[in-house]
């Protein structure tokens, strides 16, 4: 087939709007009728040169479906195209690679195969056939097509590369090197090559060759420190330390200020136990500008996980703080000097850096993390939720932020915020356990605005997980006792909780309570009194009074109001007052 005349053909088609998305959107039933048509259009019986004709108007036809991704019916017609001329490799070149990108591979295989068969001079039958065989994971035929590409076909050399890299996947690693040396020969010294040669050595434990390989670029390019840094760290880590240090100075007689090199030095300082001369060229090469700022926070994260040795974390904060005057507005610097900070229990200071970190770059979870947990702990609640909601910008599917932003809602009584945000973190919660949380809170949040039931039904789903959970047995209890509802569950979960707690002054409030609001005053007095001695709470010491005055004790139950009254933090300060002042319980 000529293959000029196709390309003619085909250009006319497009040209003339043939190829178009109008074929594409035509129904399968016309399609058919017109594939059989052009395959119908000449008799089966003609002469060879009519065939060859026909077989390379239906030849390009079935292009037209290749263009359009329709392969089925582009196989059918170039089928058809070589069966009327079975000579032609370019048909059969082009059904191999049709079935080659429907990904069926072993049909595509003897198309390929008898393509380069007809003709062993086209190049790209041969890197057709070594694809099939790569998906095929024949290897081993992979390295012959491209032997066979290299003796054959004039200007491939550049294959060498793809014959390597198979023979590679056969772990051959002697004809590996042979083949990545040939390209090496023909198109010059290559850092790719180089270092692809080396991980071959390291892999078979010729430490030698791996080096002999690296001092090639370091000799070919002496004013390129990258090579002479390489070579001296992959020395360095084979405790070379002085032919390190010998690669680095020789390159320091034409680089003196090179920072990278420098700080290659000092790691080789430190190993020798030259601690004072480490130190000075370390900080040399941190205030340089031209070492990058993730080179110097490598060193810092190695500071950072010698937490044990006080004196290494001092140096590190010390270099760390250099970062932060070089590089003052990167992310990087900023937040690993927030790490040597809240390392010292700076915290709040640390703070300040990590939020500079995420002005910077706000799209780091970790450090979010950090801000709000310091938040927490200083319990800053508005800064929670400011915070929280800022992370929630750049990580709008992390459940546990909503957590925090719901529970610093919460607290600051901003209850419906409080549940939109517990609600929209708890359907993305896919952890058991961070499901509970969220439907405990949830639980806090409905009784405050009322919704009894919601409120019970998120405590009872936290039970059924988890029926040991002090929180949701406390506030549940006590909540129903409040409410004076369901006074049964409330003490079962009051006993539970005693059994898990018996000497929390807090738990035993709630199960006293319980049994006041039960009328059983007698073992609620007995229960409150463990409570109140062993306790400062205002709220405890008035619970203990009420039950006193409950079994006619009403002198200790005013002594009781008084003191409440002097410890402060009474739910009701107007209700305690009534009750000192009328000498009465005032409910």
């Known amino acids: 087939m000529n293959i000029k005349r196709i390309a003619i053909v085909i250009g006319l088609l497009i040209a003339s709007g043939c190829v178009n998305y109008g074929i594409a959107q035509k129904s399968k039933k016309k399609k058919k009728k017109e594939e059989n048509?052009?395959?119908?259009?000449?008799?089966?019986?003609?002469?060879?040169?009519?065939?060859?004709?026909?077989?390379?108007?239906?030849?390009?036809?079935?292009?037209?479906?290749?263009?359009?991704?329709?392969?089925?019916?582009?196989?059918?017609?170039?089928?058809?195209?070589?069966?009327?001329?079975?000579?032609?490799?370019?048909?059969?070149?082009?059904?191999?690679?049709?079935?080659?990108?429907?990904?069926?591979?072993n049909e595509a295989l003897p198309y390929a195969v008898k393509a380069l068969q007809i003709d062993n001079s086209n190049i790209y039958y041969y890197l057709l056939l070594a694809d099939i065989h790569k998906a095929r994971k024949e290897y081993e035929q992979v390295v012959k097509v491209y032997k066979d590409l290299l003796d054959i076909v004039d200007g491939s050399?550049?294959?060498y590369f793809d014959l390597a890299s198979a023979y590679l996947h056969l772990s051959d690693y002697k004809n590996a090197i042979e083949a990545y040396n040939k390209a090496e020969g023909i198109f010059g010294l290559n850092e790719a090559v180089v270092r692809q040669k080396q991980r071959i050595y390291l892999n078979i434990n010729d430490l030698d060759a791996a080096l002999a390989e690296g001092q090639k670029l370091v000799d070919a390019f002496p004013s390129n420190s990258g090579y002479a840094v390489a070579q001296a760290q992959m020395l360095f880590s084979n405790d070379k330390f002085e032919e390190a240090e010998n690669v680095l100075s020789k390159l320091f007689e034409k680089l003196p200020n090179d920072p990278e090199a420098q700080l290659m030095l000092a790691k080789i300082y430190q190993k020798q136990g030259r601690t004072e001369e480490a130190?000075?060229?370390?900080?040399?090469?941190?205030?340089?500008?031209?070492?990058?700022?993730?080179?110097?926070?490598?060193?810092?994260?190695?500071?950072?996980?010698?937490?044990?040795?006080?004196?290494?974390?001092?140096?590190?904060?010390?270099?760390?703080?250099?970062?932060?005057?070089?590089?003052?507005?990167?992310?990087?610097?900023?937040?690993?000097?927030?790490?040597?900070?809240?390392?010292?229990?700076?915290?709040?200071?640390?703070?300040?850096?990590?939020?500079?970190?995420?002005?910077?770059?706000?799209?780091?979870?970790?450090?979010?993390?950090?801000?709000?947990?310091?938040?927490?702990?200083?319990?800053?609640?508005?800064?929670?939720?400011?915070?929280?909601?800022?992370?929630?910008?750049?990580?709008?599917?992390?459940?546990?932020?909503?957590?925090?932003?719901?529970?610093?809602?919460?607290?600051?009584?901003?209850?419906?915020?409080?549940?939109?945000?517990?609600?929209?973190?708890?359907?993305?919660?896919?952890d058991p356990d961070l499901k509970i949380q969220f439907n405990a809170q949830l639980g806090d949040v409905y009784y405050n605005l009322e919704e009894y039931d919601r409120s019970d039904d998120a405590f009872e789903d936290v039970l059924k997980q988890d029926p040991n959970n002090e929180h949701v047995l406390n506030n549940y209890g006590y909540f129903l006792s409040v409410r004076k509802e369901n006074l049964k569950r409330a003490k079962e979960l009051g006993e539970q909780l005693m059994k898990l707690a018996p000497n929390s002054p807090t738990y035993q409030d709630t199960y006293g309570w319980i049994l006041y609001v039960s009328g059983d005053y007698k073992n609620a007095v007995k229960i409150l009194e463990k409570a109140a001695n062993a306790s400062d709470n205002g709220t405890i010491v008035e619970h203990y009074g009420d039950a006193l005055f409950k079994i006619n004790k009403k002198d200790e139950a005013l002594i009781q109001w008084k003191k409440a009254k002097e410890l402060g933090g009474s739910e009701n300060e107007e209700l305690l007052d009534k009750k000192i002042n009328q000498k009465d319980l005032v409910e």
């Open 279 to 430: 130190d000075k060229l370390m900080e040399t090469a941190f205030l340089s500008n031209d070492l990058e700022v993730e080179n110097k926070l490598e060193v810092l994260r190695n500071y950072l996980q010698k937490e044990d040795d006080r004196v290494k974390t001092e140096k590190g904060k010390k270099l760390a703080e250099i970062v932060v005057k070089v590089h003052p507005e990167s992310d990087l610097s900023n937040g690993i000097y927030g790490d040597f900070l809240l390392y010292e229990g700076k915290k709040k200071e640390a703070r300040g850096y990590y939020l500079k970190s995420l002005k910077a770059n706000g799209d780091s979870y970790e450090i979010w993390q950090k801000v709000i947990n310091i938040d927490w702990e200083f319990q800053e609640f508005d800064s929670v939720v400011i915070h929280s909601e800022s992370a929630l910008e750049f990580f709008p599917n992390q459940a546990q932020l909503y957590l925090y932003n719901g529970t610093g809602n919460y607290v600051l009584q901003k209850y419906e915020e409080s549940m939109e945000s517990l609600e929209q973190g708890k359907m993305l919660a896919t």
């Open 37 to 105: 048509k052009i395959i119908q259009e000449f008799p089966k019986n003609i002469s060879p040169e009519r065939s060859v004709d026909q077989a390379e108007y239906i030849f390009a036809e079935g292009i037209k479906h290749v263009i359009l991704e329709d392969y089925k019916k582009a196989l059918v017609l170039l089928e058809e195209s070589e069966r009327l001329n079975p000579d032609n490799p370019t048909t059969k070149f082009k059904i191999a690679q049709v079935y080659y990108d429907m990904e069926k591979y």
């Open 157 to 159: 050399e550049e294959y």
